[in-house]
């Protein structure tokens, strides 16, 4: 009933940025919150940024992207966003949308549904 399609993704050079979508769609009604996770070759998937859990409104980043990512929603368009400055290689990774009803946590064991993804590739 929940449908999240990810989209920005793209290769760009050491320092540049990227602006990441993600359109939520069908029955959203009783989303509660959403993020960004991303996946290395070989590594865990790990999150990135979230607006808010359980209905608050504290914003969480994760300690290498603080300062050059952002993470925003529009509700009109249904739409969450993540702005990607002073782009590193280590921000290569597959970048996923997550939502849930009940925002218990924010790692993923806490997210039921999610997108396919949207590839990332800095090069230096």
């Known amino acids: 009933q929940v449908e999240l399609v990810e989209s920005g993704g793209g290769s760009v050079q050491t320092g540049g940025s990227l602006r990441l979508s993600c359109a939520a769609s069908?029955?959203?009604?009783?989303?509660?919150?959403m993020g960004w996770f991303r996946q290395a070759p070989g590594k865990e998937r790990e999150t990135v940024a979230i607006?808010?859990?359980?209905?608050?409104?504290?914003?969480y980043y994760t300690d290498s992207v603080r300062g050059r990512f952002s993470i925003s929603q529009d509700n009109i368009k249904n739409t969450l966003y993540l702005q990607m400055n002073s782009l590193q290689p280590d921000d290569t990774a597959m970048y996923y949308c997550?939502?849930?009803?009940?925002?218990?946590?924010?790692?993923?064991?806490?997210?039921?549904?999610w997108g396919q993804g949207t590839q990332v590739t800095v090069s230096s």
């Open positions: 607006p808010s859990t359980n209905g608050g409104t504290y914003i």
């Open positions: 997550a939502a849930d009803e009940q925002c218990l946590g924010w790692s993923k064991e806490y997210f039921a549904y």
């Open positions: 069908g029955y959203t009604a009783n989303i509660a919150c």
